[in-house]
């Protein structure tokens, strides 16, 4: 009888084990994954010669996918700071990476990377260079360009906007704004024309609530002769700016000063959108979190939201037992801010003791 429930009590310290050890192998696997940068399709073409050396290749790889990695997570001042940063520091960074689709084309190498960059090792290299990087977040915007033509008193709309017309023929791939344009609809006209003597006060609430978008941009341009006034009013996130530019020399006949304004007004408001999403890495804010061993289904879902929560930057098990498993968190932000990430993913914690816990 004795050997009995010697046997039991080993077959549930097993199930126990077995239970911890599943679920730090799933932890650890899905940390993973949540602890790189992705840089997809990178493609680099280079003629294939005698001397073809094909590490040169992966080295243009690397250069090419960390400056897309920078353009995606770094404001247009702070890229300044990490312009010149040597290949030796950039593979440093990389944590993996995959080769797909080469061909050869009319003596030519074509390749495209996928570069995986090792996320601490890029926060801190950024820390070091004094750089706060953004959460790469990619958003839909309403867009509502009104071009005023001064010199004709005219109000340009749709099809006889020039912004209009070429704001979505050229995206990069390291935008993280998608912009969806007004339909070419008479109303919207029709409210915007009755409201040109105040444009600049009107709301555009008329026109924003036929789409079922929360963020939007409203451009006015006002052209007078070769100069552009440029006034945009800003809503991303709740937050709202309005912003002033003034571009002289501005031919909008010509091409190429079409596509410098373009991409002058998409940095800007690029800028501002990892503004709002930046990380302040200098704030290092240790937790420490415990949760009931015997709950796997919540372990697992808890572990999946810390790996979703961009502010937290590194996790381990701290340590476990047959009643608690002990996570310590490095968070980016105020303890506030934690407990509000965590709530907003319907997560429960309890603050009450020296270990918070988790309901």
């Given at each position: 009888m004795q050997i009995k429930k010697n046997l039991n009590s080993l077959d549930k310290l097993y199930i126990i084990f077995f239970s911890i050890v599943l679920f730090i192998n799933i932890f650890i696997t899905t940390s993973s994954r949540a602890s790189i940068f992705e840089i997809t399709d990178v493609e680099i073409i280079e003629p294939f010669k005698l001397n073809f050396n094909k590490e040169k290749v992966i080295d243009k790889g690397f250069k090419k996918a960390?400056?897309?990695?920078?353009?995606?997570?770094?404001?247009?001042?702070?890229?300044?700071?990490?312009?010149?940063?040597?290949?030796?520091?950039?593979?440093?960074?990389v944590d993996s990476f995959t080769i797909s689709n080469e061909t050869f084309i009319n003596n030519e190498y074509h390749v495209k990377f996928d570069v995986n960059f090792s996320k601490k090792n890029t926060l801190n290299f950024l820390e070091k260079k004094n750089v706060f990087p953004s959460i790469p977040k990619m958003k839909k915007v309403l867009l509502i360009p009104v071009l005023v033509d001064i010199e004709q008193d005219k109000v340009l709309f749709h099809s006889d906007n020039i912004f209009y017309k070429k704001w979505n023929t050229e995206t990069k791939k390291h935008f993280l704004l998608e912009y969806i344009l007004p339909s070419e609809d008479l109303e919207d006209v029709s409210i915007i024309s009755k409201n040109i003597s105040s444009i600049e006060d009107y709301d555009f609430e008329e026109v924003i609530n036929k789409y079922d978008i929360n963020d939007y941009i409203v451009t006015i341009i006002y052209k007078n002769n070769n100069q552009l006034r440029i006034l945009s009013k800003i809503k991303l996130n709740q937050l709202f700016k309005v912003d002033n530019q003034k571009l002289e020399n501005v031919?909008?006949?010509?091409?190429?000063?079409?596509?410098?304004?373009?991409?002058?007004?998409?940095?800007?408001?690029?800028?501002?959108?990892?503004?709002?999403?930046?990380?302040?890495?200098?704030?290092?804010?240790?937790?420490?979190?415990?949760?009931?061993?015997?709950?796997?289904?919540?372990?697992?879902?808890?572990?999946?939201?810390?790996?979703?929560?961009?502010?937290?930057?590194?996790?381990?098990?701290?340590?476990?037992?047959?009643?608690?498993?002990?996570?310590?968190?490095?968070?980016?932000?105020?303890?506030?801010?934690?407990l509000t990430d965590m709530e907003s993913k319907k997560i429960k914690i309890s603050t009450q003791n020296q270990f918070w816990e988790v309901q």
């Open positions: 960390f400056i897309r990695l920078m353009a995606v997570i770094t404001t247009t001042d702070d890229k300044n700071k990490i312009k010149n940063t040597s290949l030796s520091t950039i593979k440093r960074l031919d909008l006949t010509n091409e190429k000063d079409i596509n410098s304004t373009l991409s002058k007004l998409k940095n800007t408001y690029e800028n501002y959108w990892k503004k709002i999403n930046q990380i302040n890495t200098s704030i290092k804010l240790p937790i420490t979190i415990s949760i009931n061993s015997k709950s796997y289904k919540k372990i697992q879902n808890f572990e999946e939201i810390l790996n979703d929560i961009d502010l937290v930057s590194h996790v381990d098990i701290l340590k476990f037992n047959n009643q608690n498993v002990y996570y310590k968190i490095i968070y980016n932000g105020s303890p506030k801010k934690f």
